[in-house]
């Protein structure tokens, strides 16, 4: 059974988040959690925040917490806020402020790899 759970808009950038899910890709759901909550980078709050979304909704569908593993985690970069800086001389520096989506994909069939 695959549980998909996608949280959107996430006011992080794509790589910041990357090098978080790199971190947790090939751990057991429910150690990765424990982990990212003592990652003190701040896009861990985010991958945490969803990460208890996809556990929850495993739950609900009725999957054995224990036995869940990640089957694909994704960071995508959704659209981004352009905004600027006001410069010397009446110019304008434009810069883009970037936002993620996360998809998570979690799965009874796949083995925690060790």
Do not use: C, W
């Not at 090939?26 to 979304?53: C, F, G, I, Q, Y």
């Not at 593993?69 to 995508?76: A, P, S």
């Not at 352009?82 to 979690?106: C, D, E, N, Q, W």
């Amino acid at each position: 059974m695959e549980i998909v759970a996608i949280q959107k808009y996430i006011h992080t950038s794509p790589r910041k988040l990357r090098l978080v899910v790199d971190l947790v890709r090939k751990m057991n759901p429910l150690k990765a959690l424990d982990v990212l909550r003592v990652t003190p980078k701040s896009a861990s709050r985010d991958l945490a925040k969803a990460l208890e979304v996809s556990l929850a909704n495993a739950k609900q569908a009725g999957a054995d917490v224990m036995k869940i593993g990640f089957k694909k985690i994704e960071v995508n970069e959704s659209m981004k806020m352009r905004r600027f800086h006001a410069g010397t001389r009446g110019r304008v520096k434009p810069y883009k402020k970037r936002m993620s989506h996360i998809k998570i994909v979690l799965s009874d069939s796949v083995k925690e790899a060790k």
